[in-house]
């Protein structure tokens, strides 16, 4: 009898053992007919799987969950992470790109996605250092400095009118924004953040985002746009110390540039918690003698046609005769106390499924 859909997609083999941890109820029974002598049963069965999979809802259960999954994994094995999408109702902090700290941290890179149902995403993990991937640019592959370049200049005015037909900015402290070089904090909820600092943020001193450009690579015509009006500095996650990065970041602060930073490290878990920050924006503000501009933002974790979003932008911090340690403790508080009371409003949400997943 020819293997259900789900297994193949899966890729249990003929005779391979398959775990799966938290299933949904029939799911086993989905996974049938399996490949000859293959078997699959719940993840708290004893020995070694050549399969496992997880079901998990956020990155809280991802978390406790995850050491007990990877380690009944054999090595070699075919590791699967499944979480909830978009359409499936639940509220969830994880995402294609986002909330997998924990399986970062153990040498994996997610090399495949697949759609489980209408409910269920899940992401294949492999040893990172087994993965073929693009090479990440260099930090200095674009050019830094203050002024806004004309492309970025029209593509900024095609996109403002478009997102203020779409969306409602609510904005208070524009009159803070320096006119100088400095670091811009805020906290991250989704991709409407940059995009929204960018188009409600004077166009120069340009802002230049420290980004991580593995998601933007993969959806070329985003990619070539960024590659054309600039305004990103590549981070490869997996360097340390990287000195070409801290010398470029240095260099767009030293040309009356901005360097913007979400000092999360990721998307947060959800509106008004923050992940703690961590300490590169206060290495790169000190270092280069600027002020840091804190900003907290709201509304943007789920987004939809005609949705209020708030931006509000706090006093700017100096960094002369303060430490590390110090703009890091100052810059994590005061995006803390800008951040607004919000609860998500009640009523039509057009197209937000489609807008929240859009990047």
Avoid at 81 to 90: C, D, E, I, M, Q
Avoid at 208 to 231: E, I
């Amino acid at each position: 009898m020819r293997p259900s859909e789900l297994s193949r997609k899966l890729k249990i083999g003929p005779g391979d053992r398959c775990l799966v941890f938290n299933p949904p109820e029939g799911y086993l029974d989905r996974l049938e007919p399996l490949p000859e002598g293959a078997s699959a049963g719940s993840g708290n069965g004893a020995g070694a799987a050549d399969v496992v999979q997880m079901f998990v809802a956020d990155r809280a259960a991802l978390q406790h969950e995850f050491s007990a999954g990877y380690g009944a994994l054999k090595p070699g094995g075919r590791l699967w992470v499944a979480y909830p999408n978009v359409g499936s109702g639940v509220a969830t902090d994880l995402s294609r790109n986002h909330g997998w700290a924990v399986v970062y941290g153990a040498g994996l890179t997610a090399t495949d996605e697949i759609s489980l149902d209408g409910s269920w995403e899940a992401l294949r993990f492999e040893p990172s250092a087994q993965v073929e991937r693009s090479p990440v640019p260099g930090a200095d592959m674009l050019p830094v400095g203050r002024a806004a370049s004309p492309a970025f200049r029209a593509v900024r005015a095609i996109a403002g009118a478009l997102f203020r037909l779409l969306f409602r900015f609510d904005v208070q402290g524009r009159a803070r924004i320096p006119n100088g070089p400095y670091v811009l904090i805020a906290n991250h909820l989704g991709w409407m953040d940059a995009i929204s600092l960018l188009l409600l943020f004077p166009p120069e001193p340009r802002i230049h985002y420290l980004a991580d450009p593995t998601s933007m690579m993969r959806n070329r015509p985003l990619w070539a746009l960024v590659r054309a009006v600039g305004g990103i500095v590549p981070v490869d996650r997996r360097q340390r110390g990287n000195t070409m990065l801290f010398r470029h970041v240095q260099r767009c602060l030293e040309r009356g540039g901005v360097v913007a930073v979400f000092p999360e490290g990721d998307f947060g878990p959800s509106e008004g918690q923050l992940l703690p920050f961590k300490k590169g924006f206060a290495h790169f503000a000190v270092s280069a003698g600027v002020p840091v501009l804190p900003v907290a933002l709201a509304g943007m974790k789920e987004i939809w046609v005609g949705k209020r979003l708030f931006v509000r932008i706090g006093e700017e911090i100096s960094t002369q005769g303060r430490t590390v340690d110090e703009i890091h403790r100052l810059g994590e508080g005061a995006v803390a106390a800008l951040l607004p009371a919000y609860q998500e409003p009640a009523g039509r949400k057009p197209m937000r499924r489609w807008l929240t997943a859009l990047f």
